[in-house]
């Protein structure tokens, strides 16, 4: 199966033209080499691909005959992700959401120096 077609069966991206653009952006690789979109898949091939700041990492087990639904979506791969990144994500969200609404303009000197703070804290943790 081609790997556009793989990614989007397993339902990491909502559509294959998506998956097509990252491609062409060399944002996918598979066994470490920079795939295109035609590039085929096979059980054990490891996928590491970059989207939403996160620099993801799957294993295929097996190749699904068309889109699956979302709790089926471990049988056909192992995500080797390692949680340390998910938890960076969420981290990066609280920080954004910090102190400011959105929509309240650009942000002031004092905003500005209680980020750094709590960035600093939070890399002591």
């Known amino acids: 199966m081609r790997v556009d077609k793989y990614l989007w069966c397993v339902r990491y991206y909502k559509t294959r033209n998506?998956?097509?653009?990252a491609c062409?952006?060399?944002h996918i690789t598979v066994n470490g080499q920079i795939?295109?979109?035609s590039k085929e898949v096979?059980?054990?091939d490891q996928i590491t691909?970059?989207?939403d700041q996160i620099t993801q990492t799957i294993t295929v087990l097996d190749v699904p005959?068309?889109?699956?639904?979302?709790?089926l979506v471990d049988i056909y791969r192992k995500n080797e992700t390692p949680i340390e990144v998910y938890q960076h994500l969420e981290l990066l969200k609280l920080s954004k959401e910090h102190y400011r609404k959105t929509g309240d303009g650009r942000p002031t000197k004092k905003d500005r120096?209680?980020?750094?703070?709590?960035e600093?804290?939070?890399?002591l943790e």
């Open 18 to 21: 998506m998956v097509t653009e």
């Open 24 to 26: 062409k952006k060399n």
């Open 35 to 37: 795939a295109k979109p």
């Open 42 to 44: 096979f059980p054990t």
């Open 49 to 51: 691909f970059r989207k």
């Open 65 to 71: 005959e068309n889109r699956v639904g979302a709790k």
């Open 113 to 118: 120096r209680d980020l750094t703070d709590f």
């Open 120 to 123: 600093k804290e939070a890399e």
